[in-house]
């Protein structure tokens, strides 16, 4: 049975002469590198299992040196990989944080409670973060996680409550089924 991983930076170029490659974190902890001894790497579509020499905070990236790549040439074939760990050796959030991988299959409902449909995924869009939504009469609509939108989440219940308006307003601009009527 393979594990469930999950991404915690993205490795860059090789840095230096012994081995070590830029990582840039896809985590909320600068220090998690410390935490890290063995790790996978999927570049492409292939995964390998790696365990960390050494390991240090360069700026807002990481230092990293895999035993056994001890020249850039050995080290290089992983620019652009993904660093992986299991998903149960992922950190806690702080209060009022969410990881975007849990949000799939969370319910959408309005205020009153009405489902509305199914969180897909949840992503992190140029300007806004938003949720992909498969809404049970509309189909699948980007709903943008702001206050005058999303008005709570939670996590136990797997819920994300939306602003019954503004989730209309999106369904009618989705389906091209404006209420309003244009007077000439």
């Known amino acids: 049975m393979q594990k469930e991983l999950i991404t915690v930076g993205i490795l860059g170029r090789s840095h230096g002469v012994k081995g070590q490659i830029k990582c840039h974190p896809e985590t909320h902890d600068l220090n998690r590198h410390k935490l890290l001894k063995h790790v996978f790497v999927t570049v492409g579509k292939e995964t390998l299992e790696l365990d960390i020499e050494k390991s240090s905070l360069a700026g807002k990236d990481w230092l990293l040196k895999f035993v056994g790549y001890d020249a850039p040439e050995t080290v290089s074939k992983l620019t652009n990989g993904e660093l992986q760990i299991p998903i149960e050796e992922r950190l806690p959030l702080p209060e009022g944080e969410y990881y975007f991988s849990d949000f799939p299959g ?27 939504v498969q809404f049970n009469l509309a189909g699948e609509v ?35 089924n404006d209420e309003e009527e244009n007077e000439d």
């Not at 009405?114 to 949720?131: D, H, I, N, R, W």
């Not at 136990?156 to 009618?172: D, R």
Request: with cysteine; aromatic share 6%; glycine share 6%.
């Open 106 to 132: 969370f319910k959408v409902v309005d205020e009153t409670g009405k489902a509305l449909g199914v969180v897909l995924e949840c992503m992190q869009l140029p300007s806004v973060k938003a949720f992909n």
């Open 142 to 176: 980007l709903v943008p996680w702001v206050d005058d939108c999303v008005k709570g989440i939670d996590a136990n219940a797997k819920t994300v409550t939306c602003s019954a308006e503004f989730v209309e307003s999106l369904l009618a601009n989705a389906t091209g």
